[in-house]
């Protein structure tokens, strides 16, 4: 099991919104909508973002929202922040003998 | 509220083991599943394994098997997460998180972290 695909960085002006792609397989994000974001800050630990592909935890921003379309799923940051400068992971449940799978990671600019 | 509060910072020898402690407090430890995940400096996200505070059972990454070992201490709410026969690849840092939704609804995802646990395996 590999891990998941993401671009390495991406960036963005404030007030923009990007979009972070995560790519798996028929055997993970294809198979279950159990696909989450976490934020980590450098040196913090993740923060759950995202959940069930597309649901917000309570009190997180509204300017964070996700979706499935085959073996890719995707976390869009609207209205960007300074603050949303972070690392971003997608994870995704597989069902197998490994049964969570995470992204390689996108760094998140705010130019 | 819900804390995971971990030991500190280890450093050990190639060859050695090391024992990581994550104490939970602020809701009913044995309803919710307790997962570990690592992170080597620079590198992504990779997840090791997960034990049933309840009944003690675990699950681990097939990579792990055989050097990992979770374990739980119910009168104080502490999990622990053993790793033997250390390598420099070891060095990371690790965390406990816990499942979202409960033992009776696991979800999947994790909605509750430990600060870390920085392991450094050097000789």
Not at chain 1, 65 to 82: E, V
Request: aromatic share 10%.
């Amino acid at each position: 099991q590999s891990a998941l695909t993401q671009p390495a960085s991406v960036s963005g002006s404030p007030g923009q919104s990007i979009t972070i792609s995560c790519t798996g397989t028929t055997s993970d994000v294809g198979s279950y909508n159990l696909v989450s974001w976490y934020q980590q800050r450098p040196g913090r630990a993740p923060k759950l973002m995202i959940y069930e592909v597309a649901k917000r935890p309570s009190g997180v921003s509204n300017r964070f929202s996700g979706s499935k379309s085959g073996n890719t799923a995707s976390l869009t940051i609207s209205g960007l922040q300074a603050e949303d400068e972070a690392d971003y992971y997608c994870c995704s449940y597989t069902g197998s003998t490994l049964p969570y799978v995470f992204g390689t990671g996108t760094e998140v600019t705010v130019l | 509220q819900v804390q995971l509060v971990q030991s500190g910072a280890e450093a050990t020898k190639p060859g050695a083991s090391v024992k990581v402690s994550c104490k939970a407090s602020g809701y009913t430890f044995i309803t919710y599943l307790i997962h570990w995940v690592r992170q080597a400096p620079g590198q992504g996200l990779e997840w090791m394994g997960v034990i049933n505070p309840r009944t003690g059972g675990t699950k681990y990454a097939p990579k792990l098997q055989g050097r990992v070992t979770v374990t739980r201490e119910t009168s104080t709410s502490t999990v622990y997460m053993e790793l033997s026969s250390l390598r420099s690849e070891d060095t990371a840092l690790y965390f406990c998180a816990r499942e979202r939704g409960g033992i009776a609804a696991p979800a999947k995802d994790f909605d509750y972290w430990g600060q870390g646990t920085l392991v450094t395996v050097s000789s």
